[in-house]
């Protein structure tokens, strides 16, 4: 009997070993460190994710169904025209007879104080403006003579004169222009407008980006997704070669081969579903269909041999070749089809003096002739086709150039240029919820700073926004713990250029 | 004298308001503590004496400042009536308790309940008059009161697109403006800076940096200069913090102070553009569509359709009129058409552009009732039978381009009621005649065929 109380007391004894303080702290730390990290863990899983206004079942399927905007939109549709490097905005719109005065003078000290300039150093002299001005149309806006063709236009677009960024050197100021920020990261005009529009066409990709020249200096983030999922990523085609790399079939492999294979990769997918009912493979099930689709329909609506002559010779394109021209054709075609947002950028506008091509007499009157009669076509045609009310058309550089000739390390340039300038510089807008012919902003007699109707990057960016629908204010996405919104915490419409 | 000596009685209101409101709440609690044993009556007669007194003579000095302040009958009917209710009752009350047999018939309960409710309900009305109707609601948590359905005030200013000009500039415009901008700290009861901006004096006396309006050069104003000092300048005004002046409403003061700010000049004199006052509009929602509001579309209906490719939202998100586009169906054909008409009185926009319809379709068009835009571009439309929709009285834009179009229907179009753009344009076909359009519908009509020919300067290569 004794032996067997011997036992229960052994057998309590080892009970309360395990129940003490002590082997709490010793041999259980570990555990209560493992509870704490799954509920840190916790927030890394998917389902963690902040639900977004968009983020419907719908929308889980396919990222790219067409949405309706919070507020009634003035178009469907963007084309934004970037020219890349930043046009001389005083040989092409803003009309400076004064500058003309004080042509090689000396710039006074006072306009230097406290600026900043990317090249210049020391006293540059003013270089007046290279080219003469008219005024065209019923509007009597200013118009340079490197621009012949789109005196024909001019009625129907709105100038912004005083637009500044305060970046000067070309890479952040791109990306303040296309994402509300100087530093990488942020999803782009299109992404944000794709986000929350979707497309209307789902054959092809709902932001197409078209480049002529060379890659923008900020390269490929200028049309990213940002913290947007990435199917918002702007799809550069090209109008030389395959219009989208690595869409055609590898060599071997046919088009029914192809078909068999996404057919079956998507059984399979649709057999995961069925066992584990996640949305997330439905929407991989969608894309491939969608890129099997576009095989057919990008290399379509590419072509632009099948336009009539007509257009051809309306827009001066050069099939077969990468041209400006051909890219605003090919922006009015995807236009037409459906597509949310076409991005153009043509390379070669950095008119810096240092060679014959960036030189503002002589450089630049070519460029100005590569755009000119091609976007003056995009209107027309736009026009003529129904679609200029639906669509906003944007065209600008990333910041504008100084009134001085630029000294490069102190020294003049042997060819006249101008340097990089974020005080002042044009814009325009033309098509639906534009006020024809408007005019906004005014710069001083030099055209060095905006007197008047000042807008920021931020401010064009709202006003896209508002004409698609949002109030750029609400239009936000949660990403790192706080909602994001394109413009940043700036930004308001430009109301006088609205119709 | 005497004049001045009653409007200084009538001064005293909202003093004696107060006695009443004390004295006949004693009153009626002393009436519910004594209720077993009644043995204070004579406590009792005192203070309802007192009370019914002291409310008569607020009753009176409440009529003479209603008489002598210029309050508006429809803002204090209530509180009147109602404390005459609360005279005749306290005094009621009283009679009730020296035995008057007429007034001793009256239950002592129905008294006293309906004197408390009258007492509370008088007084609370006229705490409305005196600290706004909102002094209580405004402090709780917007939470609470969205869910008692109160709307946020109201923080937009709006002006009558056709009959503003009638208006005097400062007291049509400016001052509204600077009663929702500025007056939440230029106020009576805490002037920033001490400068008012709650009426004309104030903003003419000018605050503790002098006057903040220069009628010599009127932008050296103070207001005309802090309005537009950049947002991080310490100065600037409203501050950061606070509701800031859009970029129209800076335009409009400024300009009234640099038109010499003038109290009761109408903006009609002022000669001012409409532009400077446009965006005070009220915002038109719906754009070219129906200003008309209908039940939302049956989400199963909608939902079928789409499945079968057609894309379907509302013109905006909240909308109850849709969009409707065919553009992922180029096998769309006139028999579709039919499972449309299930929402046909809900599509405001329809594109059946590229699409394999032909002229049949303009039957079932016809009873689009609020169909606004129409595009039948890229399709085998003759528009043989167009004139079928001349009954639709919002339709507006029908784009007919890259069709088969022939020319021949285009009268059709003319008596259309609400056309304002009929696109036209055909790319192989250039030789058509606009002679026979009605020279007031010209610019409806959009034949397009626009060329930008080549000029020698095209050729230069510099």
Redesign the interface.
């Known amino acids: 009997m004794d032996n067997y109380k011997k036992l229960i007391q052994e057998q309590l004894l080892r009970n309360a070993q395990v129940n003490s303080r002590r082997h709490f702290l010793k041999d259980c730390t570990l555990g209560i460190g493992g509870l704490a990290l799954g509920s840190f863990l916790q927030s890394c899983s998917p389902n963690s994710i902040p639900k977004n206004n968009y983020s419907t079942l719908e929308r889980t399927l396919n990222p790219l169904a067409p949405l309706a905007p919070p507020f009634a939109p003035k178009v469907k549709s963007v084309i934004y025209l970037h020219m890349v490097g930043a046009p001389s905005q005083l040989e092409m719109f803003d009309y400076k007879p004064e500058l003309q005065k004080l042509h090689n003078q000396k710039c006074p000290k006072s306009l230097l104080e406290g600026k900043k300039f990317a090249f210049i150093r020391g006293e540059p002299t003013m270089l007046g403006p290279q080219a003469s001005f008219s005024q065209a149309g019923e509007s009597g806006n200013w118009i340079s003579e490197y621009l012949p063709h789109f005196k024909k236009v001019i009625d129907d677009v709105a100038f912004l004169k005083a637009v500044h960024t305060d970046q000067f050197n070309h890479g952040p100021a791109q990306l303040l222009m296309h994402t509300g920020s100087a530093r990488f990261g942020r999803p782009s005009l299109g992404s944000w407008a794709t986000y929350g529009l979707g497309t209307e066409n789902q054959n092809l990709p709902g932001f197409v980006v078209l480049s002529s020249g060379g890659t923008p200096d900020a390269g490929k983030s200028v049309w990213g997704n940002g913290f947007l999922p990435s199917v918002y990523q702007g799809v550069q085609c090209r109008s030389k070669g395959d219009p989208v790399l690595y869409l055609k079939d590898p060599k071997g492999v046919s088009r029914g081969l192809k078909k068999d294979i996404v057919s079956a990769i998507n059984s399979i997918n649709h057999q995961e579903f069925l066992k584990y009912e996640d949305p997330e493979v439905l929407s991989r099930i969608n894309q491939y269909e969608m890129a099997y689709r576009m095989q057919i329909t990008v290399p379509e609506v590419m072509d632009i041999n099948s336009e009539p002559e007509s257009t051809k010779e309306m827009y001066g394109v050069k099939p077969g070749e990468e041209s400006f021209a051909n890219n605003c054709l090919l922006a009015r075609k995807m236009i037409e089809e459906g597509v949310r947002f076409v991005q153009l950028y043509d390379w070669g506008w950095d008119t810096h003096g240092t060679n014959h091509n960036t030189s503002v007499d002589l450089g630049l009157r070519n460029k100005c002739r590569e755009i000119d009669r091609p976007i003056t076509a995009l209107l027309l045609d736009l026009k003529q086709r129904g679609l200029l009310d639906e669509t906003l058309i944007v065209w600008g550089g990333e910041f504008g150039r100084t009134p001085m000739q630029e000294t490069r390390e102190g020294k003049t340039n042997k060819f006249k240029g101008r340097d990089h300038h974020g005080d002042a510089f044009t814009m325009w807008m033309a098509g639906g919820g534009i006020k024809k012919g408007a005019l906004h902003g005014a710069t001083d007699e030099i055209g060095f700073s905006g007197v008047e109707g000042r807008v920021s990057v931020h401010d064009i960016q709202a006003t896209i926004l508002h004409l698609l629908g949002f109030n750029h204010e609400q239009f936000t996405y949660d990403y790192q713990g706080r909602p994001f919104r394109l413009t940043d915490v700036a930004g308001s419409v430009i109301q006088e250029i609205l119709a | 004298m005497i004049d001045s000596l009653v409007t200084l009685l009538g001064r005293f209101h909202p003093l004696i308001v107060h006695l009443p409101i004390g004295f006949l709440l004693l009153g009626l609690m002393m009436v519910f503590y004594d209720r077993k044993e009644k043995k204070h009556l004579g406590m009792l007669k005192f203070a309802f004496l007192w009370g019914a007194i002291s409310t008569l003579l607020a009753l009176i000095t409440g009529l003479v400042q209603y008489d002598q302040e210029g309050y508006q009958w429809s803002d204090i009917q209530w509180h009147l009536t109602l404390g005459v209710v609360t005279t005749v009752l306290s005094f009621a009350y009283y009679f009730h308790f020296i035995d008057f047999t007429f007034f001793k018939r009256i239950p002592e309960k129905l008294l006293a309940f309906s004197l408390l409710f009258v007492l509370i309900l008088t007084g609370h009305l006229g705490g409305n008059l005196t600290h706004g109707s909102d002094h209580l609601t405004e402090p709780l948590p917007q939470g609470l009161k969205d869910a008692l359905g109160m709307e946020p005030p109201s923080v937009i200013f709006e002006l009558n697109p056709d009959d503003f000009r009638g208006l005097p500039l400062y007291g049509g415009v400016i001052q509204p403006i600077l009663d929702l901008k500025c007056l939440s700290c230029h106020n009576k009861k805490k002037s920033k800076g001490e400068l008012l901006l709650n009426d004309y004096k104030g903003i003419v006396s000018g605050g503790e940096s002098g006057e903040v309006i220069n009628f010599e050069t009127p932008r050296k104003s103070l207001i005309w200069k802090y309005i537009h000092l950049p947002l991080k300048d310490e100065m600037h005004m409203p501050p950061k913090a606070k509701t800031q002046l859009?970029?129209?409403e800076i335009k409009v003061i400024s300009r009234w102070i640099e038109l010499g700010a003038n109290e009761n000049e109408v903006i009609r004199d002022l000669g001012l553009e409409r532009?400077v006052f446009?965006?005070f509009f009220p915002k038109n929602?719906?754009?070219i569509?129906p200003k008309i509001e209908i039940p939302s579309a049956n989400l199963e209906v909608v939902e079928n359709l789409k499945d079968l490719g057609i894309?379907i939202?509302?013109?905006?998100?909240?909308?109850t009129f849709l969009?409707v586009?065919c553009?992922?169906m180029a096998h769309f054909e006139d028999q579709l058409l039919d499972s449309l008409l299930l929402i046909k009185d809900h599509i405001v926009y329809l594109d059946l552009g590229k699409t394999k319809i032909t002229d049949s379709v303009f039957s079932s068009l016809e009873q689009f009732q609020y169909l606004t835009v129409l595009?039948l571009?890229n399709t085998k439309i003759t528009g043989k039978g167009i004139g079928k929709l001349s009954g639709l009285i919002h339709l507006k834009?029908i784009?007919l381009?890259?069709t088969n179009l022939d020319f021949e229907i285009l009268p059709a179009l003319f008596s259309f009621p609400a056309l304002t753009?009929v696109?036209i344009?055909q790319?192989?076909k250039?030789d058509y005649n606009s002679d026979n359009i009605p020279e007031n519908l010209k610019a409806v009509f959009?034949?397009?065929?626009?060329?930008?020919d080549?000029?020698p300067?095209?050729k230069?290569?510099?």
């Open positions: 859009t970029k129209a532009s446009s965006s929602t719906m754009g569509y894309n939202a509302p013109i905006y998100k909240t909308a969009e586009s553009v992922n595009k571009d834009q784009n381009t890259n753009d696109f344009f790319k192989d250039v959009e034949f397009g065929n626009y060329k930008v080549a000029i300067s095209d230069i290569i510099y």
